[in-house]
């Protein structure tokens, strides 16, 4: 990508002009007339033609097949980050049912992605989801919704000692993996267009973990019945849940005034973990909830200070 730089000239005493460069003039095929369309960005332009259609984006992969199981999903999930509308996928030979059902697993487990044709060695995947109806916005507001519904099940389950939903919980986490890898892809794509972008592709990271850790809580109680300090759990889990909800709202919010008061109750977070850990002792395992339960709430807090930082991002002065 060449830098430019233009001399800014005025003409009419009020309107600014600058030149194009001519290369970029030639490769855009613009010409005397042609429209533009011009992305204020902060202290950035962002200069494209007005009719600049994206072209479709083909991929192709060539696997032996011994290629399954988890290594070929960690590839075929790495190029739907990469981004592609056609992804095709090519064994060197005739491709094994155990490859074809982890291409079709895939498939399901990624949000807009479809098998639109097979073959004995091949099979095709195509984006059928269309980004501009499923904002970045939105789909952090699905995942952080997830996670929130996740916590407070695992609450529920702890109180009911319900292995069944202990089970669900852990299986939903799934879903949350599914909102975070279309936010990867979709923030890699959009990365010029908006500078938001980076702080909900931190936050979706941030919501994985969260995720991650009401799963451990899950499989660290699962069929022990008659907890001792099972109500010092629930009340721990309740308070990183408001600490994490309240924090999500001043992200959507924006709300400044709010942030200094989440953060500060990581202080409270800390206390209240060794004071669980001190009725949990008795127990290796149990032990560990103390830990999953604070780090819930410490991640809260981290939200709260990622929303500061995307408040501030774009300020000159601040005054509180």
């Not at 005739?94 to 982890?102: F, H, V, Y």
């Not at 949350?176 to 909900?200: A, G, L």
């Not at 001190?278 to 780090?295: F, G, K, M, Q, T």
């Amino acid at each position: 990508m060449e830098h430019v730089t233009r001399k800014v000239q005025v003409t009419g005493g009020s309107t600014f002009i600058i030149s194009l460069p001519p290369e970029w003039v030639k490769r855009n095929n613009i010409n005397k007339g042609s429209e533009v369309s011009i992305i204020d960005q902060g202290t950035e332009l962002l200069v494209e033609p007005a009719n600049n259609e994206k072209s479709e984006v083909t991929k192709k992969i060539t696997l032996p097949t011994s290629y399954t199981g988890k290594p070929l999903q960690r590839l075929l999930t790495s190029m739907y980050i990469s981004g592609f509308d056609t992804l095709l996928v090519v064994s060197k030979d005739k491709m094994t049912p155990e490859m074809r059902d982890d291409i079709k697993r895939f498939a399901k487990v990624v949000m807009g992605i479809e098998v639109i044709e097979e073959t004995s060695k091949s099979i095709v995947l195509q984006n059928v989801l269309n980004a501009n109806t499923f904002s970045l916005e939105k789909a952090i507001r699905r995942m952080s919704l997830n996670v929130s519904t996740m916590i407070e099940d695992t609450i529920k389950a702890i109180h009911d000692e319900d292995d069944d939903l202990i089970e669900n919980i852990v299986l939903r986490d799934d879903e949350v993996d599914r909102y975070q890898w279309y936010i990867y892809r979709e923030v890699k794509i959009r990365c010029r267009d908006e500078r938001s972008n980076i702080y909900i592709l931190v936050l979706s990271r941030i919501l994985e973990r969260i995720a991650d850790h009401a799963v451990n809580i899950c499989q660290a109680i699962k069929h022990k019945k008659g907890i001792k300090g099972r109500d010092k759990m629930i009340d721990n889990l309740t308070y990183s849940n408001d600490v994490y909800k309240k924090a999500m709202e001043t992200f959507y919010s924006r709300n400044f005034n709010e942030i200094d008061g989440i953060i500060n109750r990581k202080a409270e977070i800390t206390q209240r973990k060794y004071e669980l850990l001190s009725e949990l002792s008795y127990d290796s395992v149990l032990s560990s909830i103390a830990e999953e339960i604070s780090r819930i709430g410490l991640y809260g807090t981290d939200i709260a200070e990622l929303a500061m930082d995307l408040i501030l991002s774009d300020r000159e002065e601040f005054s509180i």
